[in-house]
Nanobody
Framework: QVQLVESGGGLVQPGGSLRLSCAAS????????MGWYRQAPGKERELVAG???????NYGDSVKGRFTISRDNAKNTVYLQMNSLKPEDTAVYYC??????????WGQGTQVTVSS
C-alpha cells in the first residue's frame, strides 16, 4: 500500500514562510515523480510544484520564485519550501505520487492558511 503523509501546514502571516514535508512509501519513492498540488474552497485543484526522479522541477506560475520543491531519496521525503506567502496561497496542500504502476496517489492534505 502506497502511503503519503503530509506535515508542516499551519497558520502564517503574509510574507512568512512554511516548509511542508511528505513522507512516502519506500518501495515506490525513488522511481516516482512527486509533486504538490493545492485546492482552495470552490476552486479546482492545481499544480504547485513537481519533481522527477532525476531532480528536474516545474512550478505553477503563481508560485514561481517563491516556492521550492526538493526530494531526499534517502529519507523517502519530498519538501515544499514556501516563502513570501500571500493570502491567496491559502489552501489544502496535497502530496502526489506517480509510480510506474500508472496510478495517482494522494496524501490526505495539510491546511495552509495565510492571514494577518
Amino acid at each position: 500500500q502506497v502511503q503519503l503523509v503530509e506535515s508542516g501546514g499551519g497558520l502564517v502571516q503574509p510574507g512568512g514562510s512554511l516548509r511542508l514535508s511528505c513522507a512516502a512509501s519506500r518501495i515506490f519513492f525513488v522511481i516516482s515523480t512527486m509533486g504538490w498540488y493545492r485546492q482552495a474552497p470552490g476552486k479546482e485543484r492545481e499544480l504547485v510544484a513537481g519533481i522527477t526522479t532525476s531532480g528536474r522541477t516545474n512550478y505553477g506560475d503563481s508560485v514561481k520564485g517563491r516556492f521550492t520543491i526538493s526530494r531526499d531519496n534517502a529519507k523517502n521525503t519530498v519538501y515544499l519550501q514556501m516563502n513570501s506567502l500571500k493570502p491567496e496561497d491559502t489552501a489544502v496542500y496535497y502530496c502526489h505520487s506517480n509510480p510506474p504502476n500508472g496510478r495517482d496517489y494522494w496524501g490526505q492534505g495539510t491546511q495552509v492558511t495565510v492571514s494577518s
